[in-house]
């Protein structure tokens, strides 16, 4: 079972930030948080990832809670071509990735 | 950047064939690569976690015998399905790991396996 709960489905509109949230409340100490997204018929494209500092790079930014036990990957302004499966994901190094269902983002007009 | 490949993209095969998948990394060295099955309508299952030089480790129901794994080089790795059924029809995706802070897996565009 995956290690992160996420809502099933959002929408936003074109332009506006999309706030795609995540709980994790039993992430340990050494997991990193990792999203990834997927489109249709292609493989996971990564986003980001971090331990417990927030991150930011030209794709998105990641809020961590200080407890660790949440994340939230903000897409700050939302284009249609932004629209797929974003998963959550916790993990040592990399490792073992339990892919959940991951959470809809349809971007409309 | 970090780029996997995979080839072929699709293939169509007869039961009781074999097919072999490849996964390349492309601009890095991968210190392990990862192979995944999805479903329709589902999400990525792991089946295996493959390391240059040695034997990869399957997770639980995957059968190693029908899923053969090669891992030759830190930029190949191979998957062979022996003997396809049609149950076997899915999408097939690898990742690798590229070594650094966090050690984030970068995924192949996948490959589109139909057993008829």
């Known amino acids: 079972d995956a290690k992160t709960t996420q809502p099933t489905s959002m929408d936003c509109a074109e332009g506006r930030a999309a706030n795609l949230p995540c709980n994790h409340s039993t992430i340990s100490g050494n997991e990193y948080v990792y999203w990834y997204r997927q489109i249709h018929s292609q493989g996971p494209q990564y986003i980001i990832h971090?331990?417990?500092n927030n991150e930011t790079n030209e794709m998105a930014s990641l809020i961590i809670t200080e407890d660790r036990k949440s994340s939230t990957l903000i897409l700050p302004h939302a284009t249609l071509r932004d629209t797929a499966v974003y998963y959550c994901?916790?993990?040592?190094?990399?490792?073992?990735?339990?892919f959940g269902p991951g959470t809809r983002l349809s971007v409309l007009p | 950047g970090a780029v996997v490949s995979q080839h072929p993209s699709r293939v169509i095969c007869k039961s009781g064939t074999s097919v072999k998948i490849e996964c390349r990394s492309l601009?890095?060295?991968?210190?392990?690569m990862f192979w995944y099955r999805q479903f329709p309508k589902q999400s990525l299952m792991l089946m295996a976690t493959s390391n240059e030089g040695s034997k990869a480790t399957y997770e639980q129901g995957v059968e190693k015998d029908k899923f053969l794994i090669n891992h030759a080089s830190l930029t190949l790795s191979t998957l062979t399905v022996t003997s396809a059924h049609p149950e076997d029809s899915s999408f097939y995706i690898c990742?690798?790991?590229?070594?650094?802070?966090?050690?984030?897996?970068?995924f192949g565009p996948g490959t589109r396996l139909t057993v008829t």
């Open positions: 971090g331990l417990k």
């Open positions: 601009d890095f060295q991968a210190t392990t």
């Open positions: 990742s690798a790991t590229k070594p650094g802070q966090g050690n984030e897996q970068y």
């Open positions: 994901i916790v993990s040592v190094y990399g490792q073992n990735f339990v």
